[in-house]
Nanobody, 126 residues
Framework: QVQLVESGGGLVQAGGSLGLSCVAS????????MGWFRQAPGKEREFVVA????????AYSDSVKGRFTISRDNAKNTVYLQMNSLKPEDSAVYYC???????????????????WGQGTQVTVSS
């Protein structure tokens, strides 16, 4: 079992930046691929970005490519999401997710992930 706790959400103006963190506990963090997903009201949960177990491989959705950056620190059991040039359409609850994997491939789909955090709200005002 892995427990995930996100932090760092909040309210920011369009064009601003926010950084999210997700701390994992319960298992060896470096055995897991980590992903960030988001869900806006009335919409399905969507893939944002993910990183493989070592940090050597990442994948971004087209909507955030060039603006968001994912990273991880296996010594601190933490994955980070730096969000720059935020837009109102980035507003959503952001979820951290974990999948046991030591493959190079980065999982994209929400059904591929086994563990989820409780989510943190990000609101971007226009």
């Amino acid at each position: 079992q892995v427990q995930l706790v996100e932090s760092g959400g909040g309210l920011v103006q369009a064009g601003g930046s926010l950084g999210l963190s997700c701390v994992a506990s319960g298992r060896t963090f470096s055995n897991y691929a980590m992903g960030w997903f988001r869900q806006a009201p009335g919409k399905e949960r969507e893939f944002v970005v993910a990183i493989n177990w070592s940090g050597g491989s990442t994948a971004y959705s087209d909507s955030v490519k060039g603006r968001f950056t994912i990273s991880r620190d296996n010594a601190k059991n933490t994955v980070y999401l730096q969000m720059n040039s935020l837009k109102p359409e980035d507003s959503a609850v952001y979820y951290c997710a974990a999948k046991p994997s030591q493959l190079w491939r980065v999982p994209h789909g929400p059904l591929e992930y086994d563990y989820w955090g409780q989510g943190t709200q990000v609101t971007v005002s226009s």
